[in-house]
């Protein structure tokens, strides 16, 4: 067990590394000078050769990436060229917002995933099961920035119940849990919970399949216990797998919701990717996409390290 | 492409009267309505996409300042008009030419890439195995819509930019699922006994190994095709992929989203198809995989 959690961090560490190195080399890979989108067109070469030093854009690639990661293992991750604060709280903030985001819609595909895929499961072939088969069809095959149009259009320019745009009303700083905020919630979370909602649902439709046609089951009946002493232990042999692809939609979700949050102008991580990608803020950039990779790699570990101990087999593998 | 060509070094079936290995495959697909009629959804994309242009009723890009954002069902608009001015159904019909190639590119061009890198991977095993499988694991790493905006938001916005974007993206997911495959079939008795028998390395992917690997890779790279589809458009949503005045259903989406108080159907027009289109390769893809009996 011990052992399994060692040599998953093992192997984890060079991911991690090459993670980094790839966000950086990504950035440099960029045509054009980092720094031309603050420089007025008329600056001074001896501005121009400041501002280099400056932000570090001076030195070679190695020493660049070697200041950039001890930086950022303790925590800083520079400083943006376009807002000239600090990248870490501000990706930190956007982080949060995106979390809540995620971890409602998260929570929304797994009731309906798991729900639909359970009855998928126990009633293969029948209406039942084509139509939650349909279902997560549509859940994976959605552009789901399109489904967050159609519910703007639907509930807040033709029904007029809840709002279209923005993390809380106007003027209120701070996220709360009060009616006021959650009603913004509502639209994005709904329309980011049917990719995990698909996705899960698929899933838990196939173990549930596979797991009632194990001979254990047969025994159970034959024992005399009843459907829903049998429905426990299926439960018992989906849930690792079922939570395992929980934990990593919800990763997905996190690195993927820039679409949904520009059509919901939600102040998460995907606005800010947006707008350091348009105004070519380099650091920022480059901050964004390690954090969310990293969050990433580390949810991946997790996942798996819980799997494992729910589900002794894969460490003994 | 690339399937055809292995039918023929598909081992004959012992009995000369069957159906062959293609046969059995496209009588299974047959009995599967829904396959069939995703199938002909994309038959019929296809076919849009190659001879769109010449069945427009208008000139997809003729702006008319006077006729805009005409309603559905409009005189000589049949699905009204942009937010310029110009006939909604003709840039429909012409967008399926970029965005299906936008979707299906880079997907196989992963193919080709993805699964060269995997079959290498998994025969050869080793040293070799080690410094490809780890690099794509250090890919594998990033989500993929993360992925694919951070690359093509570093390259530039542009459709050649976006593609190679997405061919990055896929080829990781596509390597993976080849060396896995590949390692199996490595194992086997057939390659074992080819090995005994003299044939070089060569000889037994090309007859042995690749025959029995690129059916079940072929059928996990069309599922990828879906994916492929919404992120494509997804790009030039974001003003990533194509540029205006050119029509892919993601860009129009994305000029028409200013008019959803207004003409909101037809602001919802372009989503649609590529909702159509994802589903049904999304079914196409599942209907092949029954069809020929790959458990993923």
């Not at chain 1, 045509?31 to 001896?46: E, K, Q, Y």
Request: proline share 5%; with cysteine; net charge neutral.
């Amino acid at each position: 067990m011990l052992a399994y959690i060692v040599r998953r961090i093992a192997y984890t560490l060079p991911i991690m590394f090459g993670v980094a190195l790839v966000c950086f080399a990504l950035v440099h890979l960029a045509p054009g000078d980092p720094l031309v989108s603050i420089l007025p067109p008329d600056a001074s070469v001896d501005l121009q050769q400041q501002l280099r030093t400056l932000y570090g854009f001076d030195r070679s690639y190695p020493e660049q990436f070697a200041s950039w990661i001890w930086r950022a293992l303790q925590g800083d991750l520079g400083t943006s060229i376009a807002t000239g604060r600090a990248v870490t709280g501000e990706v930190l903030t956007a982080v949060g917002n995106t979390l809540r985001l995620a971890c409602v819609a998260t929570f929304i595909g797994f009731l309906f995933g798991s729900l639909f895929g359970f009855v998928a499961g126990y009633f293969r072939n029948s209406w039942a099961d084509r139509l939650a088969s349909f279902v997560s069809v549509i859940g994976v095959s959605v552009p789901h920035y399109w489904l967050g149009m159609v519910l703007v259009i639907i509930f807040a320019a033709q029904l007029n119940w809840l709002p279209a745009t923005g993390a809380g009303p106007s003027g209120s700083g701070d996220w709360a849990w009060d009616w006021e905020h959650l009603k913004h919630l509502v639209l994005p979370a709904l329309t980011m919970s049917v990719i995990p909602m698909g996705i899960i649902s698929r899933t838990v439709r196939a173990l549930v399949a596979e797991t009632l046609e194990q001979e254990f089951v047969v025994g159970l009946r034959a024992k005399g216990l009843t459907d829903f002493g049998v429905f426990k232990h299926v439960v018992k042999n989906v849930a690792p797998t079922a939570l395992a692809v929980m934990g990593l939609q919800l990763g997905y979700l996190l690195g993927g919701s820039i679409l949904i949050e520009t059509v919901f102008s939600w102040p998460g991580t995907g606005f800010l990717l947006n707008s350091a990608i348009f105004q070519r803020d380099l650091p920022l950039l480059q901050g964004t996409i390690l954090v969310l990779a990293m969050f990433f790699v580390l949810l991946n570990l997790l996942v798996d390290i819980v799997q494992s101990t729910l589900d002794p087999r894969i460490s003994r593998a | 492409m690339d399937i055809a060509v292995d039918a023929s070094k598909v081992p004959a079936p012992i009995d000369a009267q069957g159906p062959g290995y293609w046969g059995s495959v496209w009588r299974r697909f047959r009995t599967n309505s829904v396959a069939m009629v995703a199938a002909a959804v994309v038959l019929l994309l296809i076919l849009l996409a190659l001879f769109g242009p010449f069945i427009t009723p208008a000139d997809p890009y003729k702006a008319s300042m006077l006729s805009r954002l005409k309603p559905i069902g409009t005189e000589g608009h049949l699905l009204g008009t942009d937010e310029l001015g110009r006939d909604m159904l003709s840039r429909l019909i012409v967008g399926a030419r970029l965005s299906l190639f936008m979707g299906i590119v880079p997907v196989l061009a992963a193919f080709a890439i993805g699964s060269a890198l995997g079959i290498l991977a998994g025969y050869a095993g080793g040293a070799i195995n080690t410094v490809i499988m780890r690099t794509i694991d250090v890919f594998y790493a990033f989500p993929s819509v993360l992925l694919a905006i951070a690359l093509s938001g570093t390259l530039g916005a542009g459709i050649f930019n976006a593609l190679l974007s997405l061919t990055i993206v896929f080829i990781p997911q596509i390597a993976r699922v080849a060396e896995s495959v590949t390692t199996q079939v490595r194992s086997r008795d057939y390659v074992e006994a080819a090995r005994a028998s003299g044939a070089g390395a060569f000889t037994i992917v090309r007859v042995h190994v690749l025959g029995n690997v690129l059916g079940p890779i072929f059928v996990y790279a069309t599922s990828l095709i879906a994916v492929s589809m919404i992120l494509a458009s997804g790009l030039s949503f974001l003003g990533l992929g194509v540029k205006p005045p050119e029509p892919e259903w993601g860009l129009m989406l994305n000029t028409l989203r200013t008019a959803i108080y207004t003409q909101p159907w037809i602001a919802a027009l372009p989503g649609l198809m590529i909702f159509v289109t994802s589903m049904s390769f999304n079914m196409l893809s599942d209907g092949l995989r029954t069809a020929m009996d790959v458990k993923q």
